[in-house]
Each structure stands twice: as C-alpha cells, then as structure tokens.
C-alpha cells in the first residue's frame, strides 16, 4: 500500500491508495480516533515524546525543554547543528525521531496497520513547501529515508493540493472547458505557499509559486493571545516564561478553532494555562482587526503571483473563465476571518477545500498511485546563484544560475552551463539561493547561502596535494591563466540538489561537487 503523507506544523496527515479511493488515514490516540497526527516533539525527564504525549506536557514540570513544532525547526537549522536545550541532538536527528514514531503509529495504531507490512520500508509520496530552500528539502527526505520510508517522489505542497482539487472537480477541466489553471492558497500551522498549476487533462505543472516562509496558524494564535493579554490587563506574551506561553498559545489555538461564521465572542480561557490568570472575551471583530495585518501580506502574494503569470506565462488572468478558483487549503484555510478577506479581494473564485487539511495529503496520495496515471513537472521555486570576483571595480558580482519558475523537460533535470575565460589564479564560488531577485539582478527576499568552492584556474595549482592549500591562497589575478577556457556545468534535480562540474577545458582539469546538503 502506498502512502501520502504531508509531514505538517501543527498536524501530519496520510492518506493511502486504495483501489482508485485516497482515504485520510486515521489513528486511535488516547482511546479517540483522529484524523492526524500531532506533529509536536517534546524532551521530558524521561527522554523524547511526540504528538499528543507531547501535547499532555506543555507547561509541565516534566518537560525539560518545552514542546515545539518539528517542522518549525527545519527552515532556520542545518542538518547536524545542535539543538539549543538538546545536547547531542541535530534537527535531522529529531526529524528523523519524529518520523520513526510516525511510522510506528501507521504500523501499530492506524486503520490501516494490518495492510502493512513493518519488515520493510514504507513507500511513501512527501510533501515540502513550495518556497523550500535545499536545507529543508535535504532534511525532510533524508529524515523519511532514516525512519523506514522508501520516498517515492517529492511535491510542492500546492501541487499536490491541486492533484486533490482536480480529481474533486472532474468536469471543470474536461477538455472543452477553458479552464487553464488554479492557484492553490495553502495557509498551514506555520507556513504559507501560493502557487499557480496548470489544469490540463492529466498534466499538472506547477507555473509559478510565491510564499512567506514563517507566516500560519501560530501567528494567528500569538495575535489574538497578545489581544486577550492586553484586554485582561496582563503583561505582554514575551515576558512570560517559555512553557507558560506554550501553554497560553494553546488554548488559544483551540478557542481559534472553535470560531463559526456566526460567531460574535470568542473566550480565551487563559486560566486552564493558570489559575492566576483570567479567562477573556472578545469580540470577533477585535479579533478580525488583529488578524488582518498577516493576512494582508499573503493577498499581496497572490496578487505578485497573478502577476506572474501574466507576465511571465502569458496568461490573462483577468479572464475568470481561464482560472479553476482560488482553492483554499491547509490547517489555517477555514480561519473565518482568512475567508471573509479573500472574498472581499477575489470574489467568487474563492473555493475552500472539503478537507482543508488533509487536500496535499490526498493529492500525494493519487500522484503515487501509478493507476492515476497523472503526469507531474514542477518549475524551480527559488533563484539559484554564485558570488563571483569580479573583472575590475567592484569586488563581487552575483551570477544568477537557475531562475525561478524555469520548467524541465518532462522526467529530466535542469542544466545550465556557463563558460568563460578567467582573470584569477583561483575561482572563489560562494553560492546562494533566493526567493527574489532585484532590478539590478542582486539577491533579495528570503536569503540562504550555501557552500563555497574553491576551485584552481592557475595549472600550476594542478598536482598532489595543491588543492589542500586552495583555501590559504589569496585570490589575485594572474595574466597566464587568461587563456584558460573553463566550462561549468550545473545539474538541478526534482529534490533540489545541484551538483556542478567545474572543468578546465585547455588542460583537462575536472572537479564535481554536490551542492544540495547543508551541513
């Protein structure tokens, strides 16, 4: 049996092939049956607990470290740095703990457990944010392959959200309809993805995406408990210590979830967090006013990206027979005050998914099954370049490698290649991705770098143990090497790595070097 599993911020979902049926998976916890699991880590007295057993220990003298999202974690942190409260333990570490209680809970506690089979790997179709950098790509595949998965393929998460939308939405895409695409709304726990696919018989191609990397769920919830702090005379969230809070966001979190259409008050009940604190009522249109600002921001998104496609794909996006809908999904879709913005701004096309947080799930779960018989290409969703020294003025000068929104070929990577005559003895290669580029071609939006190469121009530099001393050299120019012709070839793959060749063609001369992992 194959899986999809979308591994979340605040909830991981699978959903399995079943004879032409992609069901949610559920899992009995605590004597309930839940369509999710909790996609919490916590470090106890008594060693690692996950999902609702980490859940139980928020703001108890038990937890040694307090209780986090572990997909949280994954953007900011190389693979092998240390966890701060966590001696010894890496994010990758963690991820991979994660998921191997995953796993035991499909094996052992799911309605799916006795079609498993736990003497091999799992196979399994994941799921990663559109707007993911190579470090969280690189953790999240490595921490499945660790944990007992086999990782059939790898989806933007809006893509595979648009697989489920289509299959709902059989015959607005038949082929005499003039719908020619979907953008996907994808507001999670903690991160937020917009992306344009493509609706075409069985052929689904991501177009462009935009996204804020630390925008969802939680920052709604620290909003509204900043309101409920403010009304009940109370200091602000960050003087309170860390597993207090943790408790405060999470009552927060369920009385955000329990906000209806019809809704006039919302209670805060902050005395379950502690009994010296009050429990506080607000008035939803309070509480609508405090959302609006991280609302606002992921409008401005979706616009950038009709924008996009306008300009960049040629597309009329003010045709509304062109576009499917706006779909709504992700664990922070069905937030009324989300709903009611985005109507307010795009009208009618606003269509929230059946099951807003388990729609990537679902379509992870057809893209695996090979009786679907769907087609997937996704374009490149981040800039990728090079810091080079430069010929003269200046010291730097940035070379943008892949674009963002450039399509493969169907089933095969990008390949760029740039050739040219070098001015140094050494090539000092400090690559970088982005999510933006400016008008002069300089990096901008959400920067990460990668690793440096250095690589020899200078023959002389050829031989046994040369480039150990590459990295005590200076960079300076050097009149022999202006002869040289050099090649350089990158290769893009679907899970985001890059590897590069770097060849000196006049001599013969060649280096490989594997980009993806950070570590």
Not at 336 to 347: D, E, H, K, T, Y
Not at 477 to 487: A, N, Q
Request: hydrophobic letters at 40%; one cysteine or more; glycine letters at 8%.
């Amino acid at each position: 049996m194959r899986l999809g599993i979308d591994f979340g911020t605040t909830r991981t979902v699978v959903s399995a092939v079943d004879n032409g049926r992609y069901p949610v998976v559920s899992f009995e916890l605590d004597g309930q049956v839940c369509d999710h699991l909790p996609g919490l880590a916590a470090a106890t007295t008594g060693g690692l607990v996950f999902g609702a057993d980490a859940h139980r220990v928020i703001g108890t003298p038990t937890s040694t470290w307090g209780t986090v999202s572990v997909k949280r974690l994954l953007g900011p942190a190389a693979p092998d740095e240390p966890l701060e409260g966590m001696p010894g333990t890496s994010v990758l570490e963690l991820t991979t703990s994660y998921l191997e209680w995953v796993r035991h809970m499909l094996l052992s506690s799911s309605n799916i457990a006795e079609r498993l089979d736990g003497r091999r790997p799992l196979e399994a179709m994941v799921a990663v944010p559109a707007q993911s950098g190579a470090r969280q790509r690189y953790i999240t595949l490595e921490a499945f392959r660790r944990a007992g998965f086999s990782v059939q393929g790898v989806l933007g998460e809006p893509t595979a959200a648009a697989i489920e939308y289509a299959r709902g939405n059989v015959t607005s895409i038949s082929p005499r309809s003039p719908k020619q695409y979907v953008v996907v709304y994808d507001m999670g726990g903690g991160t937020f993805d917009t992306a344009a696919v493509s609706l075409r018989g069985r052929r689904y191609e991501l177009l462009t995406s935009e996204g804020i990397a630390r925008l969802g769920g939680a920052d709604f919830d620290r909003a509204i408990l900043e309101l409920a702090l403010w009304h009940g005379r109370q200091p602000t969230l960050d003087q309170f210590e860390p597993t207090l809070r943790l408790a405060m966001l999470e009552r927060t979190r369920e009385a955000k979830e329990g906000l209806r259409t019809k809704s006039q008050k919302l209670l805060v009940d902050l005395s379950s967090a502690d009994k010296d604190l009050p429990s506080v009522v607000l008035d939803v249109r309070d509480v609508y006013d405090a959302s609006l600002p991280l609302i606002e921001p992921s409008i401005t998104m979706v616009e950038r990206l009709l924008d996009n496609l306008a300009t960049r794909k040629g597309i009329d996006t003010e045709d509304p027979r062109r576009l499917g809908a706006i779909y709504l999904v992700g664990g922070s879709a069905a937030y009324v005050p989300l709903a009611r913005a985005l109507r307010s701004r795009f009208g009618r096309k606003i269509l929230l998914a059946p099951q807003p947080h388990a729609a990537t799930a679902i379509g992870l779960a057809v893209a695996a099954d090979p009786a679907a018989d769907i087609f997937v290409r996704e374009a490149v969703t981040r800039f990728f370049g090079v810091w080079r020294e430069a010929d003269a003025g200046r010291d730097k000068v940035f070379d943008a490698i892949l674009s963002k929104d450039t399509l493969p070929e169907q089933g095969k990577p990008v390949v760029v290649e740039r050739r040219y005559k070098p001015a140094h003895r050494i090539g000092h290669l400090r690559f970088m991705e982005c999510t933006a580029l400016t008008a002069e071609g300089q990096p901008a939006g959400d920067l990460t770098p990668w690793e440096e190469v250095r690589f020899p121009y200078d023959p002389e530099l050829y031989g046994p143990g040369a480039e150990d001393e590459l990295a005590r050299l200076p960079v300076v120019r050097g009149p022999k090497v202006l002869d040289e012709e050099i090649v350089e070839r990158y290769t893009h793959a679907p899970d985001g790595t890059i590897e590069v060749a770097i060849e000196n063609l006049t001599h013969g001369y060649r280096r490989a070097y594997s980009l993806g992992a950070l570590r």
